[in-house]
């Protein structure tokens, strides 16, 4: 190669450089604007966010937090969030890692039945099947209570959770589940002793993602609760919001409120779910 297509090899390598950070600039620009936009808007009051609604807030005060959580019993909704969230991921996380384990690892001829089942499962919407849900719960007398909330979290978060779990687990040698029988460890034993800590990355990945699912969720709360103290925040959080009038400050307070759990909770654990996409997760 000569001196001059060596060069030309090295500008043009520059120019794509250059070319890719400004993209992934433009990219961190769009995704963090709006929220630096959500935050200094919920320090301008009502009238000033209407005359100068991109505008920086000319005397910054945090009176829209104070009013939205006393007005919106932000405290409570927040409180059943982190139940409803916290309840339904453990549940989902342990009942998909059993599942996968028995699928992947117990010789039975249902193995496939039940991958296809789940794998059915994931083609389910919550907008197909909330009026049946619904009568259901009203049906059984679970409407009104926490658990007619958390069981749905469960059972659309299974299927997904299962089949990542299947990937991973398959991938585990059989040798050290025979080795385990052959010095007598019963299958409970292999899945707490055995399966469980190898299976860290993966759970990583269930977590992350079964957490910021229910976090947001809001069709099942909004259906199969009525009472205030039963509300989580994504539903609190609409009540700013009237058919002829909002509140753009408490609105944009409460939603900083809500947002602000899931940043801190991406912080600390997104490397965890890189690595457990990067372990084969999502691989067969």
């Known amino acids: 190669m000569t001196i001059e297509s060596q060069s030309k090899l090295n500008r043009a390598s520059l120019n794509w450089r250059i070319s890719a950070y400004i993209l992934m600039f433009a990219f961190a620009l769009l995704t963090l604007f709006p929220l630096l936009w959500l935050f200094y808007s919920s320090l301008k009051p009502h009238a000033e966010i209407m005359r100068h609604p991109l505008g920086l807030p000319q005397h910054p005060s945090f009176a829209n937090y104070v009013r939205a959580w006393t007005m919106g019993n932000l405290g409570t909704a927040l409180m059943n969030s982190f139940i409803y969230t916290i309840t ?3 549940a989902t996380l342990f ?4 599942a996968a384990f028995g699928i992947s690892k117990l010789p039975s001829k249902s193995s496939g039945f039940f991958t296809g089942a789940f794998a059915v499962g994931l083609m389910l919407t919550v907008h197909a099947v909330i009026i049946p849900l619904f009568l259901v719960e009203v049906k059984v007398g679970i409407i009104n209570r926490r658990i007619g909330v958390i069981l749905p979290y469960i059972a659309f978060d299974l299927p997904m959770s ?6 991973y687990i398959r991938g585990i040698p059989d040798a050290l589940i025979e080795s385990a029988e052959i010095d007598g460890a019963k299958y409970r034993a292999i899945f707490w002793q055995l399966i469980i800590p190898l299976s860290t990355p993966v759970i990583a ?7 910021l699912s229910h976090w947001n969720e809001f069709l099942f709360v909004f259906v199969f609760t009525t009472k205030a103290v039963l509300k989580s925040l994504p539903v609190a959080i609409t009540q700013f919001a009237g058919r002829y009038n909002t509140e753009f400050g408490l609105q944009y307070a409460s939603l900083v409120i809500g947002i602000f759990p899931m940043i801190i909770f991406y912080i600390f654990f997104h490397t965890k779910l890189i690595e457990g996409f990067g372990e084969g997760a999502l691989k067969e």
């Open 88 to 90: 339904a991921t453990i």
């Open 205 to 211: 990945t269930m977590v992350i993602l079964s957490f």
């Open 95 to 98: 009942l998909a890692l059993a």
């Open 162 to 167: 299962v089949m990542i779990a299947i990937s």
